[in-house]
């Protein structure tokens, strides 16, 4: 009767287990890392297509409103249109709009009205595109004129400059507030939030520019 030798079976020593561990958690380490690469990428992503369609829309809320520009030379007072490069740029003008500009339902069937677009700077915000409209021969009312409608954050200035027929050059000062102009360059010049932050450097700007030619009439 032959008798067989039992085979040894041979287990991981302590020093394997714990390489083992240690390759594992490298691993996880590295999956963890590309996934929060991915998160943040999408995360810059979405704020810079969203800031980038707020700009386009506070450009467009612009344009339109010009487009619907009313002048009346008689009444300077009520009808004149102010465009100023000072303080950070402002622009103020008389327009009858549709139902559908911004914040038009509260104005009923007032839709001769007042707009005006400045820069404000606000606490925690940095600087803003504001719009404040009241009807026409009528005062802004305390929420308009407290609370107005932010077109686009970050912007650090709002410019114009004015065909000058006569020069046949660009003006950036135009002091005929019973007449319109026919041809307006308008700027946006924003500056971003990340550009900011301490230890960020020189901070990061970039200009928009829209011609808007205005109604003759």
């Known amino acids: 009767m032959k008798v067989f030798p039992r085979t ?6 302590l020093v394997e287990i714990m390489m083992a561990l240690a390759i594992f958690g490298l691993v996880l380490a590295a ?3 590309s996934w929060t690469l991915i998160i943040k990428s999408a ?3 979405l704020t810079a297509s969203a800031r980038i ?19 009346f030379q008689s009444d300077v007072r009520h009808y ?5 490069n000072d303080n950070d740029g402002m622009l103020s003008f008389v327009a009858q709009l549709p139902e559908s500009f911004p914040r038009g339902g509260r104005f009923g ?11 404000e700077d606000t606490a925690g915000f940095g600087s803003e595109l504001v719009l404040r409209q009241n009807a026409i021969l009528m005062d802004l009312d305390e929420d308009e004129r407290n609370h107005p409608l932010v077109l686009a954050r970050d912007v650090d200035k709002l410019a114009f400059e004015f065909w ?3 020069k046949a050059d660009w003006v950036d000062e135009r002091n005929a507030t019973n007449q319109l102009p026919k041809l307006i360059k308008l700027t946006l010049e924003f500056v ?24 003759s009439g």
Do not use: H, M, W
């Open 31 to 33: 999956i963890y890392a």
């Open 80 to 84: 004149g249109f102010v465009a100023d």
């Open 192 to 215: 971003r939030n990340d550009s900011r932050s301490p230890g960020a450097g020189f901070a990061k700007r970039e200009k928009v520019s829209r011609l808007i030619q205005l109604p």
């Open 43 to 45: 995360q810059l992503g």
């Open 8 to 13: 040894r079976q041979r287990g991981f020593t």
């Open 164 to 166: 000058d027929e006569r």
């Open 53 to 71: 369609q707020r700009e386009r829309i506070a450009l467009a809320t612009i344009e339109e409103a010009l487009g619907c520009v009313r002048s």
């Open 109 to 119: 069937d007032f839709d001769v009205r007042r707009v005006t677009f400045s820069i």
